[in-house]
Each structure stands twice: as C-alpha cells, then as structure tokens.
T-cell receptor, first 115, second 113 residues
Framework: KAGVTQTPRYLIKTRGQQVTLSCSPISGHRSVSWYQQTPGQGLQFLFEYFSETQRNKGNFPGRFSGRQFSNSRSEMNVSTLELGDSALYLC??????????????FGNGTRLTVT | GNSVTQMEGPVTLSEEAFLTINCTYTATGYPSLFWYVQYPGEGLQLLLKATKADDKGSNKGFEATYRKETTSFHLEKGSVQVSDSAVYFCALIHNNAGNMLTFGGGTRLMVKP
C-alpha cells in the first residue's frame, strides 16, 4: 500500500507570494491533517479535514487555508507569504477522524523556504 | 489548554546504553498519549501509544507507561542502537480540544558506536 505522498518536496517562494501544497493520503483514509514544523515553535497543528469538511483548525491566521477533495486528497494554501512561514509542512492521514485511537500516518513533508 | 513538555536534547549515548526521555503533560481527564519518531529527512512515525492510565505501550524495544498520578509518559529502551538516532516527539490527543494533536518540543537522540 502506498504511503502518504506530499508534493512538492521542496519549494522556494518570495515574500508576498502564495503557495499550494498537496497531500495524497493512504488509499481508504478519509482524514487528512496538516502540521507546521519549525525549529522555534516545534510541531503545530494547522487543520484537519474529514470527508471534505474542516473539523478543526489550529491557531493560525486566515492566510492559511485548506481543502479536501472527494478522493480525500488535500491541498493547503498559504497566501501573502511571510519569512516566518518558512517551515516543514507535514500532512498525516487516518482512516477515521482524529481521535484517541486514530493511527496517524505521516508523509515526508514539504520544505517551504520563503526569501 | 493542553500541553506536553519533553526534556531538551540532544541526548548523546553510546551504543547499548539505557535510554530515558522524559515527557510530562498537562490536560484534564484522560488524554491518549503517543510517542512519534522522526528520522532525518522523513515524516513522523508512530512508535507507541497508550490510551488509558497504567497502560504500557511498547514497540521495537521501546516502552512507555501512562502514569496519571505523575502525568508522565517517559520513553525507555534498555539498549540503544546507532539506528535509533532520531528525534522523538511525545504527543497527546484529547477530546477537550477538539481532538487536536498536541506535541512536545522533540528530543534529539544521538547514539555513538
């Protein structure tokens, strides 16, 4: 079974631009959640989608948005990029919504550099 | 709100040494607790989990026991290998926070031959 696939693997953008990251979950998984990893803030939850609906959102500004398609693939968009948005963005998939027993499967991440 | 605190790294050990990485949490009630491992250039992998007090999670020689009385979930391994070198994250999930995953800051482990 293929794992969680994130594209692209690396991305370099200029401040003020916008960017779209993609995540393809494991086949049959309907929950996709996104995380930002930085040296200063560590790993922070961005949002979760299940069956095309956003269930939860972390404490991030409205510049960060996402969506999920009917095939469970998810995209994350960041508009008006700031230098502080440079990070490794991870997505994870799960068969069920995030919960006490949900096994999360992570992709290898997209490393975004904003210059 | 919920929070997870881990010992800061890096932790440097010789091969076959005993490993302990401390993790404590703040949350009401009974969250589920997890240890994830991140190898260089990769995403996170679930190492082990425990969903109720006194549960012991174990995998690949690693163990952690859910201690409600001390709100702790320390990771241990009796004999580490060079291949265990990675960053380890303690995390919790609780329905009092919409089931959002809360991570500790991560602990880098370096094992020398």
């Amino acid at each position: 079974k293929a794992g969680v696939t994130q594209t692209p693997r690396y991305l370099i953008k200029t401040r003020g631009q916008q960017v779209t990251l993609s995540c393809s979950p494991i086949s049959g998984h309907r929950s996709v959640s996104w995380y930002q990893q930085t040296p200063g803030q560590g790993l922070q939850f961005l949002f979760e989608y299940f069956s095309e609906t956003q269930r939860n959102k972390g404490n991030f500004p409205g510049r960060f948005s996402g969506r999920q398609f009917s095939n469970s693939r998810s995209e994350m968009n960041v508009s008006t990029l700031e230098l502080g948005d440079s990070a490794l963005y991870l997505c994870a998939s799960s068969p069920a919504p995030l919960g006490r027993d949900s096994p999360l499967h992570f992709g290898n991440g997209t490393r975004l550099t904003v210059t | 709100g919920n929070s997870v605190t881990q010992m800061e790294g890096p932790v440097t050990l010789s091969e076959e040494a005993f490993l302990t990485i401390n993790c404590t949490y703040t949350a009401t009630g009974y969250p589920s607790l997890f240890w994830y491992v991140q190898y260089p250039g990769e995403g996170l992998q679930l190492l082990l989990k425990a969903t109720k007090a006194d549960d012991k999670g174990s995998n690949k020689g690693f163990e952690a026991t859910y201690r409600k009385e001390t709100t702790s979930f320390h990771l241990e391994k009796g004999s580490v290998q060079v291949s265990d070198s990675a960053v380890y994250f303690c995390a919790l999930i609780h329905n009092n926070a919409g089931n959002m995953l809360t991570f500790g800051g991560g602990t880098r482990l370096m094992v020398k031959p």
